[in-house]
């Protein structure tokens, strides 16, 4: 009852005092600021790690720095805990969410908007082989590993209810503690999005004495998540993310956007690279908006490739991040 009662009080206040920031529009505060304030999933491989020098690397890592370079600022991590990601976004905090599952209660109670998918998961279970387990349905009465205050956690009580089963959570508040738990035996099974066990794998101390199980029991689909009620900013995200895809589609990389720029004859790709039209303009950006975040991260599929794909060390087959005209999910709307 408390912690509902803290969230509620959160929201309140995020009501209270979110609207001179909005009002002041957060393109205006970053630029003022020249930092981008990004949230990114505490430690995980792929998407947001940083080495031993604080050097930040990842997949969404990535997707913020084309933000920014789209923008014109640096950028600035926060790996704080899952849980209060949301009230800080809505507190004025942070400038976007990246790794947040977008369900209806997301997008409607709370003072966040969700822009865009950037990646379609769904959450799976890991076990050590020891264990002799195959299969999900086959956990009746073990002891599970979970975030507490986030979909993973409920859909594991649905999971087991739906199927007749007992478990015994052990909640945590951080990915990297609930890993290491795992680690040690605290628990049997450890649960979050498959891409997330699969990336985190390499992290155990024995990883090939663990092994995903074939279930996927949810519909993930990470999105990045801005303040509510600022849609210029909420179409500067969003249109960096579809940039980012239209270039995949148009074979613009990191190393050939400067030429696509002055050579292209493709009339999309002439508006989108600023040679053309009034985008960056209509978005309250310069012309070369798209082009720097380009040179900055690279397309869709290269940002992929290199932190989750076959360049990276966890090897995720792109699935249904494959584009829609080869036969995945990732589509963006034309830039005309």
């Given at each position: 009852?408390?912690r509902?009662?803290?969230?509620?009080?959160?929201?309140l206040?995020?009501?209270?005092?979110?609207?001179?920031?909005?009002?002041?529009?957060?393109?205006?505060?970053?630029?003022?600021?020249?930092?981008?304030?990004c949230?990114?999933?505490?430690s995980?491989?792929?998407?947001a790690?940083?080495?031993?020098?604080?050097n930040?690397?990842?997949?969404e890592?990535?997707?913020?720095?084309?933000v920014?370079?789209?923008?014109g600022?640096?950028?600035?991590f926060?790996?704080?805990?899952?849980?209060?990601?949301?009230?800080?976004?809505?507190?004025g905090?942070?400038?976007?969410?990246?790794?947040?599952t977008?369900?209806?209660?997301?997008?409607?109670?709370?003072?966040?908007?969700?822009?865009?998918?950037?990646?379609y998961?769904?959450?799976?279970?890991?076990?050590?082989?020891?264990?002799?387990v195959d299969?999900?349905?086959?956990?009746n009465n073990?002891?599970?590993?979970?975030?507490?205050?986030t979909?993973t956690?409920?859909?594991?009580?649905?999971?087991?209810?739906?199927?007749?089963?007992?478990?015994?959570?052990?909640?945590?508040?951080?990915?990297i503690?609930?890993?290491?738990?795992?680690?040690?035996?605290r628990c049997?099974?450890l649960?979050?999005?498959?891409?997330?066990?699969?990336?985190?794998?390499?992290?155990?101390?024995n990883?090939?004495e663990?092994?995903?199980?074939?279930?996927i029991?949810?519909?993930?689909?990470?999105g990045?998540?801005v303040?509510?009620?600022?849609?210029?900013?909420?179409?500067?995200?969003?249109w960096?993310?579809?940039a980012?895809?239209?270039?995949?589609?148009k074979g613009?990389t990191?190393?050939?956007?400067?030429?696509?720029a002055?050579t292209?004859?493709?009339?999309?790709?002439?508006?989108?690279?600023?040679?053309?039209?009034?985008?960056?303009?209509?978005?309250?950006l310069?012309?070369?908006w798209?082009?720097?975040?380009?040179?900055?991260?690279?397309?869709?599929?290269e940002?992929f490739?290199?932190?989750?794909?076959?360049?990276?060390k966890?090897?995720?087959?792109?699935?249904?991040?494959?584009?829609?005209?080869?036969?995945?999910?990732?589509?963006?709307?034309?830039?005309?």
């Amino acid at each position: 009852m408390g912690r509902i009662f803290l969230f509620g009080l959160a929201l309140l206040l995020a009501g209270a005092f979110m609207a001179p920031s909005v009002l002041g529009s957060t393109l205006d505060d970053v630029r003022k600021r020249g930092e981008l304030r990004c949230w990114v999933a505490p430690s995980l491989p792929g998407y947001a790690f940083p080495d031993k020098k604080g050097n930040w690397s990842g997949f969404e890592v990535d997707f913020c720095r084309a933000v920014a370079a789209a923008v014109g600022v640096k950028v600035k991590f926060d790996p704080s805990s899952p849980r209060d990601r949301f009230n800080s976004l809505a507190l004025g905090s942070l400038d976007i969410m990246t790794h947040a599952t977008w369900t209806i209660s997301r997008d409607t109670r709370l003072s966040t908007d969700f822009v865009a998918v950037v990646f379609y998961d769904g959450q799976g279970f890991m076990v050590r082989k020891s264990l002799g387990v195959d299969s999900a349905k086959k956990l009746n009465n073990a002891s599970v590993c979970v975030l507490t205050g986030t979909t993973t956690e409920l859909n594991l009580a649905d999971y087991f209810r739906s199927n007749g089963m007992k478990y015994r959570p052990v909640v945590f508040d951080n990915p990297i503690k609930a890993l290491k738990a795992y680690d040690n035996n605290r628990c049997d099974v450890l649960t979050n999005d498959a891409s997330g066990l699969a990336a985190r794998k390499g992290l155990l101390k024995n990883p090939d004495e663990n092994i995903l199980l074939p279930e996927i029991i949810s519909k993930e689909p990470l999105g990045i998540v801005v303040r509510h009620g600022d849609k210029q900013w909420a179409d500067i995200v969003r249109w960096v993310h579809n940039a980012m895809i239209i270039a995949e589609e148009k074979g613009i990389t990191q190393a050939n956007v400067e030429r696509m720029a002055r050579t292209s004859k493709d009339p999309e790709v002439q508006r989108m690279l600023g040679k053309t039209g009034s985008v960056g303009k209509d978005l309250g950006l310069s012309s070369d908006w798209a082009l720097n975040a380009i040179k900055a991260a690279g397309n869709y599929g290269e940002n992929f490739a290199r932190n989750l794909g076959k360049k990276s060390k966890i090897g995720l087959s792109r699935g249904l991040n494959r584009l829609w005209n080869k036969g995945g999910l990732i589509y963006a709307p034309p830039i005309r």
